[in-house]
């Protein structure tokens, strides 16, 4: 990483936000080290991810728990295992016997819970096993900051973050979590300059781990940013800033320098992956800027997202792939009134499923949603007691912000549009391949 000659402004306290990209080889753990000693004398709150591929690893881990096949599971377990051993023999030299005592202790948990059977749902177990990524990395991470030279302590963030027991998509405890918080982080930073933490998990009541969605670590940052009044947010990633579409998708994408918080909820809420959806209200609520960085070269400008509405957004596009169509009709004719559409989102609601666009006639209502086969199965089920049901799969959701017919042309002329739906500021199509 090149050198940098400018200074970032002293602020009390800020969060950062590494991801699994970020930390998963040692280069990579060396350059996150090398970021921080740029804000030599500030507080720093740091939130990781598990690294690179672990998450994926140990869900595969899950799967074969669950299925009952304890010897794959244990083999698949010992290859993350192995992996972690070497990245911390890699990094470290007089932390090394440290590192590999806590770790030790973070794979016999999750051992222990291998050797038995599965006697709860799936979802119990995935979080119990899949958690075990981000205190790895962090573990490691923490004992090279200490090996460099750094005042850092490590915290396990369950002893920090209460939630309810909905496993996979936890909710979180403010009132508990925020008195732990003022108990349990504040004073570290009397002793130390950076506290190392995990993002993505906490715990209920009964100590029991959960975790807090897929891409939950960003929102477990900006819990943290809220709860310990940071003067910012940076999330680190591979790409320059915030950019107005994936770029392998899009090639001509472009970066968007600066934007306000209801602008990236709406990106976010149409399937942006940049910023996980839950993260901005809690940054909202106190008026906290979310910065977007590049990790590779923190000179580059990234974006800001704040309270003041930018004008001349470029067009934002967003594909999403692998989605299903349900195609609902009335089993009498009768109008789809508010009390089928209420039994409708009641079902939704129970099966954590939203859709990612509606459309409803006199007889008739079209849901899109994310193609996932046991919960599409499920729902399904669950409506034909109400409607008569079709099931469309394979199919491509475009949404474009900010459009213009030019754009919607270049996007969408020639495909087989199959739905559509559009607002002044957005529009959406639904196209088979």
């Not at 599971?73 to 051993?85: S, T």
């Not at 993002?199 to 940013?225: M, Q």
């Not at 003067?231 to 320059?240: A, F, P, S, Y």
Request: aromatic share 8%; net charge negative; with cysteine.
């Amino acid at each position: 990483m090149q050198e940098l000659a400018f200074k970032y402004k002293k602020a009390y306290m800020i969060v950062f936000k590494f991801g699994g990209a970020s930390v998963q080889d040692a280069e990579r753990v060396r350059s996150a080290e090398r970021i921080l000693r740029l804000h030599t004398g500030q507080k720093i709150m740091v939130v990781i991810s598990a690294m690179g591929k672990t998450t994926n690893a140990l869900e595969e881990v899950a799967v074969a728990f669950f299925k009952g096949n304890r010897q794959e599971a244990l083999d698949l377990f010992h290859a993350v295992r192995d992996n972690h051993l070497e990245m911390a023999s890699r990094l470290l030299l007089k932390e090394l016997p440290a590192a590999r005592e806590r770790l030790s202790s973070f794979f016999t948990e999750v051992e222990w819970l291998l050797h038995d059977r599965p006697v709860r749902g799936y979802d119990y177990y995935y979080d119990q096993i899949v958690c075990i990524g981000e205190l790895l990395s962090t573990a490691i991470v923490h004992a090279y900051l200490k090996e460099q030279g750094h005042l850092a302590e490590w915290m396990d963030v369950r002893d920090i973050i209460r939630t309810d027991d909905h496993f996979r998509d936890a909710g979180i405890d403010w009132t508990v979590t925020a008195q732990q918080t003022a108990s349990g982080v504040l004073p570290l930073f009397r002793t130390v300059d950076i506290v190392v933490t995990q993002g993505f998990i906490g715990s209920t009541d009964e100590n029991e781990s959960t975790t807090l969605g897929r891409e939950g670590s960003d929102y477990s940052a900006a819990v943290f940013a809220n709860l310990l009044d940071a003067e910012n947010l940076t999330i680190w990633k591979d790409v320059e800033g915030v950019m107005s579409a994936d770029p392998k998708l899009v090639p001509e994408a472009v970066r968007i320098s600066e934007l306000d918080y209801s602008e990236i909820i709406e990106m976010a809420y149409y399937g942006a992956q940049v910023i996980h959806p839950k993260t901005i209200k809690p940054l909202q609520n106190k008026k906290i800027k979310l910065l977007v960085k590049c990790f590779s070269d923190p000179s580059l400008p990234g974006t800001v997202i704040h309270e003041q509405r930018p004008s001349g957004l470029p067009p934002i596009i967003v594909w999403k792939h692998a989605q299903a169509l349900l195609h609902l009709h009335s089993k009498d004719f009768s109008f789809v009134g508010e009390q089928p559409m209420a039994k409708l989102y009641g079902i939704l609601d129970k099966l954590k499923l939203k859709p990612n666009l509606i459309q409803s006639g006199a007889v008739s209502v079209q849901l899109c949603l994310d193609e996932h086969p046991e919960k599409i199965d499920r729902l399904c089920l669950s409506a034909a007691d109400i409607f008569d049901v079709e099931v469309e799969k394979g199919l491509s959701l475009l949404t474009i912000r900010h459009y213009s017919e030019d754009v919607i042309q270049r996007h969408a002329g020639g495909r087989n549009r199959i739905l559509s739906q559009q607002t002044p500021e957005t529009v959406q199509m639904l196209f088979r391949k």
